[in-house]
């Protein structure tokens, strides 16, 4: 069973910077691939970026490209986004999540969610 349960969002101006957090409480992290997706007021949840299960292979969507950062440790049963030069149109709830192809962009194809933390970006 996997328990995601994220940390870390706020409010920061944009150019700044946050770190999100996504703890697994169960014992088979290390058996998915891990994805961040967000969803803003009135829109669909899409895709940020993804893992594979061993941490070195990722993809990202285009708009986050070059500014955030996907990483995991499977020691700690974790896995993190690392958010820079932050725009207000990244202003949404973020979402890790659990699958088990870490190429797939599509929100039905991951199996456990974690509750979402809000990010805010001001401009």
């Known amino acids: 069973q996997v328990q995601l349960v994220e940390s870390g969002g706020g409010s920061v101006q944009a150019g700044g910077s946050l770190r999100l957090s996504c703890a697994d409480s169960?014992?088979?992290?290390?058996?998915?691939?891990m994805a961040w997706f967000r969803q803003a007021p009135g829109k669909e949840r899409e895709f940020v970026t993804s893992i594979n299960w061993s941490g070195d292979r990722t993809v990202y969507a285009d708009s986050v490209k070059g500014r955030f950062t996907i990483s995991r440790d499977n020691g700690k049963n974790t896995v993190a986004l690392q958010m820079n030069s932050l725009k207000p149109e990244d202003t949404a709830v973020y979402y890790c999540?659990?699958?088990?192809?870490?190429?797939?962009?599509?929100?039905?194809?991951?199996?456990?969610w974690g509750q979402g933390t809000q990010v805010t970006v001001s401009s």
């Open positions: 999540a659990a699958g088990l192809n870490y190429r797939e962009p599509t929100p039905r194809f991951y199996h456990y």
């Open positions: 169960g014992r088979t992290f290390s058996r998915y691939a």
